[in-house]
């Protein structure tokens, strides 16, 4: 495995000076590939899918889950990121001084990155695109959950690749599952430049104390929506319920909708109508179970619910008193991934937008926008939380960092 990240190494100074046209012409090809394979990857997603034990839940075995759609997907944010523009040799800022010097600063690609993920087989050709489109070398350790998809992905990728003349290296899709590797390789800063977990909590925390190279942490999802007194109700149902039950088991689902005090009698029965279908599991405060009193689903909140991303058919609803306890209730839950405001008033919005410590902060609109793919991103190595260096979806400027190239004509410093 040494010898493999080495090799990586080599890899992302070739891929520092790629053309643009060769890596977009790979990416096109690889997408072509796909599309030509989706038979064979489904079969292999059927098998991991058939191996899961029965105690999985249905959140999880979605975000595992390949289909038709996910694949067509996949090849059209390859080809999003293919036609995207190349940051690598960007000029940033450029200034000549008065001694004569010509200063530029340029973004560069951050080198070798070591991306540990869960489940989704999806995040695979995303996250190999993006980083091979900013020039970076990228090694990609999923979970054991989805072997064989990823065998097969793998092996596209490196096809692609091959085809178009490119160095199979420049990623290296990791297949060796112990654990005990991860941790040994989250401490060689000297063959890895920057990790990405993307998972749940207990691998980020567990990257956190581990790793000895820079962390863009994509943590978890706690995502609120507030409901204003003004707000249109039929908008707020629709926007609550796409944030939650469209896909639940993903990090910009809806966990709690926080309801304005004087709209919570009319509100929540409209919202618990509209979401039965899933079906959805209410944990609600003692005011809001007031009003749901004869209804199915519905229980008492805990103290840990509020803090708990579910990543499942499960929403806390609280109703507060105004927007001061809207946004102190998210200050004292949130995870700083997105939150979302439903209100006419432009004031109500912007305050919140302003108050709101968030990487994304939603008014009238669903919190499933968070998202590289919807953002125009082409796609993203997953959406950090951090503050440094790199807040929102990852995409390709994100992989890249500034540095100073200075060109001289004989100065010396005095």
Known sequence: ????????????????????????????????????????????????????????????????????ERIRGMTESLRQVATLPDPVGEVVEEKTLANGLRVQKIRAPLGVIFMIF?????????AFSLAFKSGNA??????????LTAEILYKLMRNALAQEGVDER???????????????????????????PRGGERLIEFVQSTALMPIIKNDRGLCHTFVND????????????????????????????LVHEKIAARFLPLLYDATQDAPLEWRVDEAA????????????????????E???????????????????????????????????????ARRFQSEVDAAAVYWNASTRFTDGFELGLGGELGISTQKLHVRGPV????????????????????
Not at 139 to 147: F, K, P, T, Y
Not at 182 to 192: F, P
Not at 326 to 347: F, M, Q, W, Y
Request: glycine fraction near 4%.
């Open 230 to 257: 003004d707000a249109d109700l039929q908008m707020a149902v629709e926007i609550v319920k796409n944030a939650k039950v469209q896909r639940p088991g993903v990090c910009n689902s809806l966990e709690t909708v």
């Open 395 to 414: 995409g390709l400027r994100e992989l890249t960092t500034p540095r100073w190239i200075i060109e001289g004509t004989g100065q010396i410093r005095a």
């Open 170 to 196: 420049s990623f290296l899709g990791m297949n060796d599952y112990d654990r005990k590797l991860v941790e040994s390789l989250l401490k060689r800063k000297d063959l890895i430049d920057i990790v990405v």
């Open 118 to 126: 869960e489940s989704r087989p999806n995040v695979i050709l995303e």
């Open 1 to 68: 495995m040494e010898n493999e990240f080495r090799a990586l190494k080599v890899a992302a100074r070739e891929l520092r000076q790629l053309p643009n046209e060769k890596k977009s012409r790979a990416l096109l090809n690889l997408a072509a590939i796909v599309d030509r394979s989706a038979d064979e990857i489904l079969r292999a997603n059927s098998e991991d899918l058939r191996h899961l034990p029965d105690t999985t839940t249905p959140a999880f075995r979605d975000r595992l889950t390949l289909n038709p």
């Open 289 to 308: 179970r007031k009003l749901l009193t004869s209804k199915n689903h519905v229980q008492n909140a805990t103290t840990e619910d509020w803090d708990t």
């Open 310 to 348: 579910h990543l499942d058919l499960i929403m806390n609803c609280k109703i507060v008193k105004n927007l001061d306890e809207a946004l102190a209730h998210i200050d004292a839950h949130g995870s700083k991934h997105s939150e979302a405001i439903v209100t006419r008033s432009t004031d109500a």
């Open 138 to 147: 990228i090694a990609l350790r999923g979970g054991s959950d989805s072997r």
